[in-house]
């Protein structure tokens, strides 16, 4: 049934419009080979902004939720309340950088979903511990071992495999009995869930869930082939379902710069 598969996107007031104008014009750009419910969450808008919104979006078919919460508790704080309101569905959430960039992107992530498992649309091996640099600065070595210390008690030293909640695939029942009692105060809150020690990723395999890459051919990856994906900082990166601002960013990058990110993310 179409109320069975959603697809959320997130606007927030820190967004420009350009990213939601982006995201329209990919979303009905590539078909999605699949039946579904468009939800756009609006998230610490006014009205006067909402209603400019409504515009850009008036041809475009899609259910509206206004995101209650008058404080900045981040996207998962979104995403546990669309989880609320669309119980026990299987929601593909996307944030507000996020746009697919093939056809039957839907179709090529649901086919491999089942009850059992998470489909994400990118994942990484990098840990936060190990971005943590002295930079040759010996007055900043006290503040470099506190920071490194600090990071090493909530996230694992590389390699910290997790997939990356830019876009990923989940039942919105199991997503919320993990997140409903989760603090969602400051900026690290939110970095914990997607790559900490207690984060998501490692719920979901602590539940025997599996968590499965997929990628623009319609193939699915395991954890230890994650990168063989080549959705994320890796090789080309030209078989990627849904692009995201990091996923454009590394395409830019010179021959040099990709193989220095790629070692941070996968060690190669």
């Given at each position: ?71 900045n508790d ?75 210390y600090h ?109 220095k990110v ?7």
């Open positions: 049934m179409p109320n069975d598969k959603i697809v959320c996107y997130l606007y927030t007031v820190f967004d420009p419009k350009k990213k939601l104008i982006d995201f329209i014009n990919n979303y009905k750009k590539y078909k999605p080979g699949l039946n579904h419910k468009l939800v756009i969450c609006l998230k610490l808008l006014n009205i006067n902004e909402i209603n400019k919104i409504r515009k850009y979006l008036k041809n475009t078919k899609y259910i509206e939720f206004i995101d209650p919460e008058k404080k981040w996207d998962f704080g979104s995403y546990k309340r669309i989880s609320e309101k669309f119980y026990n569905k299987d929601v593909l959430f996307l944030n507000s950088h996020s746009y697919p960039v093939c056809n039957n992107w839907l179709k090529k992530l649901f086919v491999h979903k089942n009850k059992e498992n998470v489909i994400a649309t990118t994942s990484s091996y990098e840990s936060l511990v190990d971005s943590v640099k002295l930079k040759n600065k010996f007055h900043k070595i006290i503040r470099y071992i506190k920071r490194k990071f090493s008690l909530n996230f694992n030293k590389f390699p910290n495999p997790h997939f990356r909640t830019t876009g990923f695939l989940i039942n919105s029942k199991i997503f919320l009995t993990y997140i409903k009692n989760k603090k969602l105060e400051y900026k690290e809150d939110a970095l914990k869930i997607e790559s900490g020690k207690n984060g998501l990723t490692n719920y979901l395999k602590k539940k025997k869930m599996k968590i499965f890459v997929v990628n623009s051919d319609g193939n699915k990856f395991k954890e230890n082939d994650w990168k063989f994906s080549e959705t994320y900082c890796f090789t080309f990166q030209n078989k990627s379902i849904i692009s995201d601002k990091h996923t454009r960013k590394y395409l830019k990058l010179s021959a040099d710069e990709k193989y790629r070692l941070k993310v996968w060690g190669i």
